[in-house]
């Protein structure tokens, strides 16, 4: 079977982008690092492992090798953000339409994935998928909006639209790839902050302020950057940081309520992080958020909390008192 688009990670998201690709009839491949993954999806249509419960399109074959996805000219990059640069190094991409659906920011550089899918396929034309999308929801053909930011201009959107863009899952084009980039791994961290607050029980009034104090965070940095604020107020920015900090379905959010549930106690995150299963990017994302932010002469007192909570530096409750103890102010758009 040929395939027009591949999908590289198994992992629930990618799993679920496959079966919207496929719902059509196209041919997707996907890529999984798991044995288990590539037995279930082949054997039986299925991903017990990251998405339980969901019956795939029979269009859609796994593979272990990923020297089989090489040659295909659409490429969804969903592997988690910090190993991306290392599996698109191993992929010799000349022309390809790669497309970027994992959220976060290099731990060691401090870059962001399309920076770093830059260095590491520099023959490829790049393009960044985000917004508000729970995974259970695009495989089961919920609706879903997503911004597709394209390094390559309408030219590129031309392309990808068709490929992408299903009755219930709808792109928005955006040439603002910076802004796609850092919505989507400012959210994560904010989710986590939300989630403590969720944990400790202080309420939907201290959320919704988290949010709206957080995206101000996710402005300024991402002004700072270069970004759009027309981006960062749309689908990939405020519209992920709403449905991220807002449901335990979120990984993040669903860390941070495990850290309030812990209360006073420090320390604790290391080893929430060793129980769980999947990724919770923020966590990774948090400290270097932190440090770029700093490179930038940029304030954001709620990341910059979550990075000491997760260090162990401080405990939630601690946390929470931290922000709302910031100096009495003016609101601003931007501060």
Not at 67 to 94: I, K, N, R
Not at 118 to 126: F, I, W
Not at 144 to 159: I, M
Not at 308 to 328: K, N, T, W
Request: hydrophobic share 50%; proline share 5%.
């Amino acid at each position: 079977m040929s395939a027009a688009v591949g999908v590289v990670g198994g992992g629930a998201w990618g799993t679920a982008l496959a079966q919207m690709l496929a719902s059509d009839g196209r041919d997707v491949l996907l890529w999984a690092r798991e044995a288990d993954v590539v037995e279930a999806v082949n054997a039986e249509h299925r991903n017990p492992r990251f998405l339980p419960g969901a019956q795939l399109h029979p269009s859609i074959r796994a593979t272990g090798a990923l020297a089989d996805l090489a040659a295909l000219p659409v490429l969804l990059m969903v592997t988690p953000a910090q190993h991306l640069g290392a599996v698109l190094g191993q992929l010799s991409l000349l022309g390809s339409d790669v497309v970027l659906c994992a959220k976060g920011i290099e731990q060691g550089s401090g870059r962001l994935m399309s920076d770093v899918a830059a260095a590491a396929a520099p023959g490829a034309a790049l393009a960044v998928l985000s917004g508000p999308t729970f995974a259970h929801e695009v495989a089961d053909g919920l609706p879903t909006a997503v911004t597709l930011a394209c390094t390559g201009g309408e030219a590129q959107w031309a392309r990808l639209a068709p490929v992408i863009a299903r009755p219930a899952f709808r792109p928005y084009y955006s040439a603002d790839v910076i802004g796609a980039s850092i919505g989507g791994a400012v959210k994560n961290v904010l989710a986590i902050a939300c989630g403590v607050v969720e944990g400790l029980g202080l309420g939907a009034n201290a959320r919704a302020a988290l949010i709206s104090r957080g995206f101000a965070e996710m402005q300024r940095l991402g002004l700072a950057m270069g970004a759009e604020a027309e981006t960062l107020a749309g689908l990939s920015g405020l519209g992920d940081l709403v449905l991220t900090c807002s449901s335990s379905e979120s990984r993040n959010f669903a860390l941070g309520i495990a850290l309030g549930v812990e209360g006073d106690k420090t320390g604790g995150a290391a080893a929430l992080l060793a129980e769980r299963s999947t990724v919770a990017e923020g966590a990774f994302t948090a400290p270097v958020l932190v440090r770029v932010a700093d490179q930038h002469g940029i304030a954001m007192p709620i990341a910059a909390g979550v990075a000491a909570l997760l260090d162990g530096a401080i405990s939630p409750r601690a946390l929470v008192a931290q922000i709302l103890a910031r100096p009495l102010r003016a609101e601003a758009p931007h501060g």
